[in-house]
């Protein structure tokens, strides 16, 4: 039986999604608990590998097993064997062809970015941070620059392994409530560091290091040396995945929520 399901957690309790051999990642975490309920040894695979330091609000995972359990028992029964930092949002049995990572068809990040001279403390490990406002503005200027089909090279760490840096980028947001900035994106598939390395280069922009066409060079350049260094870990969240209809989840989004 092939089980789908969501979970959320805080990055910066784990060494990212990916099992390792420390047994540190989120991976290792969820597989030791669902192998428990299971009664059997348990792999999954994921919408997304999350980085060290990097949330979700809604990570999409799926596994198979032979237990016939309830989905209470999958969710209740897993999340009391989880660390405090993830758990479960639902769970529920899928057709044998859906695959969390393969059978996406979109996936959202959102980055939360703290503008302020002093540093966080009740957001510390939750949002990024610059020490100094920014022009948000110009920022919106330069992000309009790559909504779109592009190769995102410039912005692709060199360790990626996407076999293409051609990704379609069908949403960037920036919104701002305070000192706080939100970026939300929406697209098939990110490279990695892929948005890490476009806040960073915004806030630049945002700084006034360069103008907001900068964007649009570093894109026809293709050549990441050029881009700003990759931003802190700590303001992305993965806010899920849509997939298609056919396979019958339940919302598979949710927004990030900040305690006031």
């Given amino acids: 039986m092939r089980i789908a399901l969501a979970i959320e957690y805080a990055g910066d309790a784990f060494?990212?999604?990916?099992?390792q051999a420390s047994a540190c990642s989120v991976q290792d975490a969820l597989e030791r608990a669902l192998g428990s309920i299971a009664a059997?040894?348990?792999?999954?695979?994921?919408?997304?590998?999350?980085?060290?330091?990097?949330?979700?609000?809604?990570q999409i995972v799926h596994f198979d097993a032979?237990?016939?359990?309830?989905?209470?028992?999958?969710?209740?029964?897993?999340?009391?064997?989880?660390?405090?930092?993830?758990?479960?949002?639902w769970a529920q049995p899928v057709a044998d062809d859906f695959h969390a990572r393969f059978a996406a068809v979109a996936r959202h990040y959102t980055y939360l970015l703290l503008a302020r001279s002093e540093r966080p403390?009740?957001?510390?490990?939750?949002?990024?941070?610059?020490?100094?406002?920014?022009?948000?503005?110009?920022?919106?200027?330069?992000?309009?620059?790559?909504?779109?089909?592009?190769d995102f090279s410039a912005?692709?760490?060199?360790?990626?392994?996407?076999?293409?840096?051609v990704k379609?980028?069908?949403?960037?947001a920036i919104d701002v409530q305070g000192s706080l900035i939100r970026f939300d994106f929406s697209a098939d598939a990110f490279l990695h560091h892929m948005l890490r390395?476009?806040?960073?280069?915004?806030?630049?922009?945002?700084?006034?290091?360069?103008?907001p066409e900068w964007i649009a060079q570093l894109l026809s350049a293709r050549d990441r040396t050029?881009?700003?260094?990759?931003?802190?870990?700590?303001?992305?969240?993965?806010?899920?995945?849509?997939?298609?209809?056919r396979f019958g989840l339940p919302n598979t989004r949710c927004d990030v929520v900040l305690p006031r």
């Avoid at 059997?40 to 809604?58: F, I, K, L, M, Y």
């Avoid at 359990?69 to 479960?88: E, M």
């Avoid at 260094?229 to 992305?236: H, K, M, S, V």
């Fill in 15 to 19: 060494c990212g999604w990916q099992s």
């Fill in 40 to 58: 059997q040894r348990v792999a999954t695979a994921a919408a997304g590998r999350t980085d060290a330091g990097v949330h979700a609000a809604s």
């Fill in 66 to 89: 032979d237990a016939d359990r309830p989905a209470s028992a999958w969710v209740r029964g897993a999340n009391a064997l989880l660390p405090k930092s993830a758990a479960i949002l």
């Fill in 121 to 150: 403390a009740l957001l510390a490990k939750r949002v990024g941070w610059y020490h100094a406002s920014l022009d948000v503005a110009a920022m919106r200027a330069g992000a309009a620059h790559i909504a779109g089909t592009h």
């Fill in 155 to 165: 912005f692709r760490a060199a360790e990626c392994q996407a076999k293409s840096p």
């Fill in 168 to 172: 379609s980028l069908t949403r960037i």
């Fill in 197 to 211: 390395n476009i806040v960073g280069s915004l806030i630049y922009v945002g700084a006034g290091k360069h103008p």
């Fill in 226 to 245: 050029r881009a700003a260094p990759t931003f802190a870990p700590d303001g992305l969240y993965l806010t899920g995945a849509d997939y298609p209809a």
